[in-house]
């Protein structure tokens, strides 16, 4: 039962953070247009996959698969790697290299995890 609430709280804190974000870059007067957008695309795609994270974690009660598991750990990968990278850069002027590549790797590898658990046994 603690594995399957992991899920929750892991879809419940990238929504939170996704949307504290978004907020902030709509607020801070200091950052540029450029940065503004960054911040939009990382919150939007960090929400996303805060209901993604939601669905995982639904799912998982009625028929948790390793598979399962494996697409919110991509899921959770992919928020701190592809929003954190891009609020990095926004945020602090920092180059992050392959990193925001590698989370939006983590994002599709998810969504792949997510669909062959349907075809997959409990």
Known sequence: MARMRI?????ALNGL??????A????????DAASVELVRTAAL??????L????????SRERGTLRLGFAGLAFAAGC???SGG???RAFLDLAVG???????TCFLAGWALLFAAAFGRR
């Not at 953070?17 to 978004?22: D, Q």
């Not at 902030?24 to 950052?31: F, G, K, R, S």
């Not at 993604?52 to 799912?59: H, I, K, P, S, Y």
């Open 98 to 104: 392959p990193l925001v590549p590698a989370g939006g």
């Open 45 to 50: 795609y960090q929400c996303l996959h805060a």
């Open 80 to 82: 701190v790697a592809f």
């Open 7 to 11: 899920w929750l709280a892991l879809g």
């Open 17 to 22: 953070a996704g949307v504290a974000m978004g």
């Open 52 to 59: 993604a994270l939601l669905g995982v974690e639904a799912l």
């Open 24 to 31: 902030a870059a709509a607020h801070l007067p200091a950052l």
């Open 86 to 88: 891009l609020y990095a």
